[in-house]
């Protein structure tokens, strides 16, 4: 079971809280991780790179020399591509680069994300986050007494001006709300700091009912068979072993195989007839 330790505002280990398997115990999927962060960095590209064909720059209407006997190259116009202050050839034009993530694959990715960090420790879940009034000091301060190596996100569960305000203007933060949390944000920074109700809502969001709910509504005998096997697993891990007097007691021994000896003979065939077991010939083949 994964876990993270929880720290108070003088930055000692008060505990240390399991976390939810589902969520923070998944398998690392570097491809699904790998396809999303592509996509989401796609999606954030605005598209609107422009360039001018020779049909949209001014000017150009005059044929620049006659047709022949110049010793030139033929011309039509000065804003042909070769010319200075002529039409760009196979210039970018604005058009989407959006790209579709499928739902699972995305929350797949996100759960990879977490227990990536989970497994490496860069979790820290903080009690009473809390400041009296807005001074960076104090974030700094508080940052300083952290087993903290480079840069780190902060998800609250709700907008606190105090935190804001205090951590704003520090370089090495990164302050959001957890309805807002992504892959790139994940990666990104080195450690994720958060408060215990920022983890309840994260197992909220992205736990294993919030799957089966989602599911429900096209797949329900999926979810219902799902459900049914967890049940039963859950029964069988809750089960006490057996006993040691029934466990020592010997197990009945099958009953002896009957010898070939005591097996009644089958009857023997008559001579110059076949066995039974042969296919009789057709009245074509015996003609």
Known sequence: MPSANVYNMDGEVVR???LDGYVFGAPVNTAVLHQVVTAQLTNRRQGNASTKTRADVSGGG???YRQKGTGHARQGSTRAPQYRGGGVVFGPHPHAYERKIPRKMARLALRSALSDKAANG???VMEGLTFEEPRTKDMEALLAKLPLERHVLLLMPERDENVILSSRNIHRIKLCHVSSINVVELLKYD???MPPATVERIVEMF???ADDRIQLKRHPRV???RQQRRGTAAAAASTTPATSATSATPKASAPPAPSAEAEPAEPQAESGTKPSTTRRRSRSQEE
Do not use: D, S, T
Request: aromatic share 6%; charged share 40%.
């Open 16 to 18: 240390a809280e399991e």
């Open 62 to 64: 005059k044929k620049p």
């Open 122 to 124: 860069r979790i820290l």
């Open 191 to 193: 450690h994720l700091m």
């Open 207 to 209: 736990g294993q009912e």
């Open 223 to 225: 979810v219902w068979r």
